[in-house]
């Protein structure tokens, strides 16, 4: 059974940064695609950035030039590099991986495109 266990949230102040990773188990980080997701309360869970198994990357527009996604092979995990935060980055942010066998993701950015969740972990940005 795929586990994906998230990692790094917090609470900083507006212009802050903080590190999220999200650690795999039974799946390898470097097969497919992985995403990192967001919902903060009263709001549609939303995507944020995304990664393929060639490293290609995709962002959301609120966060581009902010965030920076990443994944480590040999430690099988991905993650997500947030600076100069703001109150409307506050969210639970989750980690997604889609099968293997789904191939390439038409939409990576979209939570159907991905099979497996982890728990979240809850990122706070106060001013």
């Known amino acids: 059974q795929v586990q994906l266990v998230e990692s790094g949230g917090g609470s900083v102040q507006v212009g802050g940064s903080l590190r999220l990773s999200c650690a795999a188990s039974?799946?390898?980080?470097?097969?497919?695609?992985m995403a990192w997701f967001r919902q903060a309360p009263g709001k549609e869970r939303e995507g944020v950035a995304a990664i393929d198994s060639d490293g290609n990357t995709r962002y959301a527009d609120s966060v581009k030039g902010r965030f920076t996604i990443s994944k480590d092979n040999a430690k099988n995990t991905l993650y997500l590099e947030m600076n100069s935060l703001k109150t409307e980055d506050t969210a639970m942010y989750y980690c997604?991986?889609?099968?293997?066998?789904?191939?390439?993701?038409?939409?990576?950015?979209?939570?159907?495109?991905?099979?497996?969740w982890g728990q979240g972990t809850q990122v706070t940005v106060s001013s």
């Open positions: 997604a991986a889609r099968a293997r066998y789904r191939g390439t993701p038409i939409w990576p950015l979209r939570a159907d495109e991905y099979n497996y």
């Open positions: 039974r799946y390898s980080v470097s097969s497919a695609c």
